[in-house]
Structures are given as structure tokens and as C-alpha cells.
């Protein structure tokens, strides 16, 4: 009886003593688990802008004189030659001979820029040509498969440059004809007795539509007043302001993309240039930053955005790298470690220190070049409860 009795004693101070020791235990820790997985990674430098007319023209008063009110209203669509203002000869002054001869020279100015203008579309047009036909013979060559699809983007590119120069070049000759136009109407009325009540007509050098009326009331304008601009709203490109250090990764022809426009669909675009030189800008926290415009053309149909103006805004994302399939993993499962970067796997309930090589990152994922295999499972935050070798489960 009296061994039993110990027995039983024995077994419950061993079940007692189990118990204490159980409870002393580390728990295992809840965790929220990713898994790394293959997939497309992009990455983009993300920064707003605002679109804006390419070609602008802002149309001034040849003369001085007194300037009758400006009927036209903003969105009004103008014609190539129409007359979009009027400036009446001051009554009470007359132009001595020294504003006769300024006149004059103005007209041989002019005449000197439009041979200039006339010059450059000459050229412009020979460049275009020379790109039409370097595009045919590098798609004769591709067809024969001796160069590659890049070889004809870039031929493509070139021709639809050549093309846009040729364009602007037409333009800066017929504006620089309405100079001219408008030196020949000044120099006349500088000519003729002051007291002849002859109207001028300013006219608009492009068919366009009426951006901004800079001088709306009726009044007395000098020489060189702008009256008015106009551009073409179907002609917007977007300009957007990028810190300079990020401006070094985005290359002319990168792909971008325009969220927050206003429609359901981001719009896609192409980089045409980045501005050589930077600028101080003060931002919203009072810290100077050196910022560099990025222009990019829209590339989407025009029926996408026909309802977007000059000087909207708009959210760009720079793609300045992607991969089709890339083996990555949540940005928030890395922390430092050693100078380098490590993530916690989860194996056999246990979480295991894995040292990593990391490549390319986006923000919210980060491509893993050594140290996890796809499908492997990470903490997706990691805290300063877990180490190497700690039992884990999943939340």
C-alpha cells in the first residue's frame, strides 16, 4: 500500500513538475507569412506633373496705339491668318523720323528671320526625308532578318522625329511670314500722315485655339504688349518635376505611364527629353531640393484624352526597370543584418535566419537574386520577438 502511495506520488510530482516546465516554455509567436514567388517586377520613379500645350504662341501688338476689346474668349478656335485683335493709331502723337527708320529695320529683321526660318524648314525637311529612308531600308533589312525589332523601333523613332521637326520648321516659317507681315503693316502706318485713322490688324499665325486673352479691354498698348495666345490643345505634352537624383535613372524613350487624369485607364507616354540643367525648389517642408523637368510626350489615342487641357494635372510613373519573371518577396520582410540584408523562412514551424542578395526594388516588393527558392515562406514584418530558430505560426 505504502509503495503505491509513493508511486502515485512520484508520477504527480513528475506531471506537476512537466506541467511548470511547459508553462515556462516559449509560446510559439503569430506572424503574417508571404510567400516568395515569381512574377513581374516594375520598377518606377513616381512624381506629379501637369500637361501643357507644346507649341504656344503668344501674338503682340506690332505697334503702339489703342488697342479695341478683344471679342474672343478662351476655347475659341482661330484660323491660320484671322484677325484676333485690332490697335488704332494714337490721335495725339505723331512718329518722327527716328521711329520711321526703327520701322524699317524691324522690317529687314523680319525679313532676315524669315529667310532664316525658310532655311531651317529646308533642312528639316531633307533630315525628314533622310529618316523616311533610312526607315525603309532598315524594314527592307528586318524583313530579310538582318536587324533587330530595336533596330526599327529606333528607325521608326528617328522618322516620326524628323517628321514632328519638319512640322515646327513649316510653323516657325509661316509664323515668321506674319512678322514679317506685321514689321511691313507697322512700317506703313509709321509712313503715313498720323492723323489717318488706319486700323491695324493683328492677326493669329496658326489655326489654333484661344488659350489665355492677355489684354481683354479696350485701352492704349506699347509696342510688343501681349495681346493674346493660342496653341493647339491636341498638341499637350506633360511636364513633370523630378528630384535630380532620380532624374539620372529615367532615359530619353522610357516608357511612363499617367495615373489620376481623370479617367479609369492610366494613360502611357514616352520621355522626349530631360533637361540638362537642374533648379532649386523649395518644397512644402521648407527643404531645398534640386529638381529637373522631364518632358513626355502621350502616346495613348487622342479619343482617350480629348477632355484633358492645357495645364492639368496628372500623377507619371517612370518605368526605369522591369522583368518578366523575377523571384521576389514583401519589401517589409527585409531587415539589416551584418551589413547586408536577411529575411526570417519559415521551416518546420521554426523561423530561420536566411542571409539574402537582393536586386532590384520597387517599394512595396524586392527582387531576390540568392538565398530563398520560389514558394519558400517568409515573415512578411518581422519584430524584434523573432530569431533564429523561435517557433512561429501563421496569424
Known sequence: MQTRTRIGMALGAVALAGGIAFGFLPRAVEVELATAERAPLVVTIEEEGKTRVRDRYVISAPVSGQARRIALRVGDLVQAGQAVAAIEPLRSSALDPRSQAQAAATVRAAEAAL???????RAAVAQAELARQELDRIESLRAARFVSDQAVDKARTDADRGQAARSAAEHAATAAQ???????????????????????????????????????SEGPVQAGTALIEVGDPASLEVEVEVLSSQAVKIRPDAKVLFDRWGGEAPLAGRVRVVEPTGYTKISALGVEEQRVRVIADLASPRE?????????????????????????????????????????????GRARLQVLEIGQRNGLRVQVNTGLAAGAQVIAHPDDKISDGRRVKQR
Open 178 to 216: 506674319f512678322e514679317l507681315e506685321r514689321a511691313r503693316a507697322a512700317l506703313a502706318g509709321a509712313t503715313r500722315n498720323a492723323g489717318a485713322a488706319e486700323v491695324v490688324e493683328v492677326r493669329t499665325p496658326v489655326g489654333a485655339a484661344v488659350l489665355k486673352v492677355l489684354h481683354e
Open 115 to 121: 529667310a532664316a526660318a525658310r532655311a531651317n524648314a
Open 304 to 348: 482617350q484624352w480629348a477632355r484633358v487641357g492645357d495645364g492639368y494635372r496628372v500623377e507619371a510613373r517612370f518605368v526605369v526597370w522591369e522583368g518578366q519573371d523575377v523571384l521576389q518577396i514583401p519589401s517589409s520582410a527585409l531587415f539589416r543584418h551584418d551589413h547586408g540584408w536577411a529575411a526570417f523562412a519559415v521551416d518546420g
